[in-house]
Structures are given as C-alpha cells and as structure tokens.
C-alpha cells in the first residue's frame, strides 16, 4: 500500500511561482509512474502532468505546457511539480497520484491511478 503526501500549496500573485512535492511511503517508489491533477469547485478532476517511473517521459495538459515541470527524485520517493508564470485558472486543489508501471507508458486519466495523496491548495490572486 503506497501513502502519498502533498506539500507546497498556498496563495501566490498571478505570474509567480510554486513548487509541489509529494513523497511517497510504503512501496517501491521507482516501481510507480507518478501523475499530478487537479480539481477545482464545480469541476471534474482534470490531468495536469505524468512521468513514467524513471523520469525519461513525461506529458502536459496543454494548459499547462511551458509552464509546468515535473519531475522526481527516486532516490528521495518524491515527485515534484514546479509550476511558473501561474494564473488565476490555476486555482485548485493539486493531487498526486500513483500506479505501479515498469513500462515507459504515461498515464493520463484518473482512473487509471490506484493511489491519491490528499491533495494540496493552490490559489492564485489576479
């Protein structure tokens, strides 16, 4: 049973910066491609990033492309989405997410994660 924890979310200007992690306990780390969405009031949960379990691939939804990074460190069971040039569309509640994969596929959709963090606040001020 993987435990995900999110941390780094908070209320920042529109055009400014914040870097997510999320650390993850109970499993192999690197056993698992890694995703972040998000979920905003009155709205469906939507794919922002994914990265397969080494960190060689990765994608974007193209709201975010340019602006977004993600990436991880194994050796420290953590993902991290650093997000710049933020807008007040970006408001939400981020999650990371997990689902064992030792193939180079990335994973898109919800529904195909097996594990959820919590999820962090992000806020965006015009």
């Known amino acids: 049973q993987v435990q995900l924890v999110e941390s780094g979310g908070g209320l920042v200007q529109a055009g400014g910066s914040l870097r997510l992690s999320c650390a993850g306990s109970?499993?192999?780390?690197?056993?698992?491609?890694m995703g972040w969405f998000r979920q905003a009031p009155g709205k469906a949960r939507e794919f922002v990033a994914t990265?397969?379990?080494?960190?060689?691939?990765?994608d974007y939804a193209d709201s975010v492309k340019g602006r977004f990074t993600i990436s991880r460190d194994n050796a420290k069971n953590t993902v991290y989405l650093q997000m710049n040039s933020l807008k007040p569309e970006d408001t939400a509640v981020y999650y990371c997410?997990?689902?064992?994969?030792?193939?180079?596929?990335?994973?898109?959709?919800?529904?195909?994660?097996?594990?959820w963090g919590q999820g962090t606040q992000v806020t965006v001020s015009s």
């Open positions: 997410a997990a689902i064992l994969s030792l193939i180079s596929r990335l994973y898109t959709y919800p529904y195909e994660y097996s594990y």
């Open positions: 990265i397969t379990w080494s960190g060689g691939s990765t």
């Open positions: 109970g499993g192999i780390f690197s056993n698992y491609a």
